[in-house]
């Protein structure tokens, strides 16, 4: 059967060997000539989100990329978040497609209830706080996916759907066969301008949507320069994420979520603050009608999300807030203070190593969670270590046991801009007892069996300096948590309130 005949491959068509009824189509990748369909699942009596890849048996290209992205689709189904739709299973021709259906491969998925991101931007753009509500969570599974090794292919709008609560997911996993990790950051920020500004800035886009414009260098104009009224650092960070990394772009995702975070923040802080309401009596302000209003199905849609949106946020401010009463009566921010422990590495003999010398301090270019379980604790917390204020901080979650009965560990990996060999760490925290290690990496996702211990600590009240062992010059260092700080009420829970490196004279 040729490429460009497939007969099924309409509303109430069956495919899968008689499995899957096509119920609607959601959309169409053709970089990797994959159409998306929602299906009911006859053996499960329940609906599936369905990617598609089609083509002729016969072109052996085709056929070797179609299976190539099904093999990471199921190396991905072990993979959970929230912002991906779990991989149910995966389909080649013999292994649940006849070879006669013109399909080279298939990825099920569980089907995400809510709506699709082209219909929530049908309209026009988005407020820059609900934007950066609804991307959070994805970009959350992307980081979490490439603490993991893996692609997840969120660089195609018509791949993402809004969940009923207010949450962007990938509802069609299946990355491209020669997709990288850099592809999903790319994805994000594209994402992130299509939802600011409308316009799609990546190339193969869906129809009907236009693209995003560019400036005579070629480069994409920013958002705010289409909408003023948007935050200069979010405009900045949809731009940055889709220039060449040589250039100034951004890497990792990490970087874009550290900026959703503080863009988030500020607008649950403005939320509180009442409208003023604009003087003057000129009559262009005023709207007359005598129209009853419409009742536009997409706009009671996009009215619904945007309630979802509004909750989700009122209920994190609410736990903000609680937090924070918590936090001023039980383990009120130690600003620096309290004593400074200096802890010496200990050399073959027992005695003290000795240590590089110091020669100032260094600051790294992202920091992020790392967690081999793919389960980071307050992922988008992380850049409080490191923010100068040792009135934030970045908090594990309360474990009821200690590690590694749950998890071996959990960690913060701080990247810099370039290899650079430390004397020393210093830790600000009001966790007595945690224990750290202090490791060395190849890079971001290297496993932790690749990485080395370069010094080893209980932390204090207040501020432990740990002195390094003698290492090569890296560019990502892991502060690895092997053991809690045993706190009230049977709870294991550790947290660093600042984190500061120390450059070694080379």
Known sequence: MSSGVHAALVPGGVIGNGRYRLLAKSGADGRSNAELWRARDGQLNRDVALTVLLGDLADNEA????????????????????????????????????????????????????????????????????????LEPLGAAIEGAHHAGLVLGADHPQRIRVTSDGRLRLAFPGPRPDAIARDDVKGLGAILYLLLTGRWALPGGPSGVPAAPTGPDGTVVAPNALHPYLPHELSSVAVRSLEDTSVGGIRTSAAILQVLDQIAAEEAETALIPAVAAGGDDDDQVVWTTQRPRQDKQQKKKLWISVGVLAVATLTVIVWLSVQIVGFFSDEPSKGGGPTVVINQPGSNGQSAPAPAPAGPVQPGQIGVYDVTNQPDNANQASRAVDNNPGTFWRTDNYFQQFPALKPGIGLMASFAEPVKLASITITSPSKGTKVEIRVASSLDAPLQETKVIGVADLSDGQTQIQLNEHEPTGHVLIWITQLADADGGKNQSEIREVQYTRAVT
Do not use: K, N, Y
């Not at 080649?92 to 699709?116: C, K, N, S």
């Open 63 to 134: 056929a070797a990329r179609a299976r190539r992205t099904v093999e990471r689709a199921m190396h991905a189904a072990s993979f959970t978040h929230p912002g991906v739709s779990r991989v149910i299973d995966v389909l080649t021709p013999g292994t649940g497609i006849r070879p006669d259906e013109g399909i080279l491969g298939m990825v099920v998925a569980e089907w995400t209830q809510g709506t699709d991101l082209m219909d929530l931007i049908a309209e026009g753009p988005l407020p820059a706080g609900a934007a950066t509500r609804l």
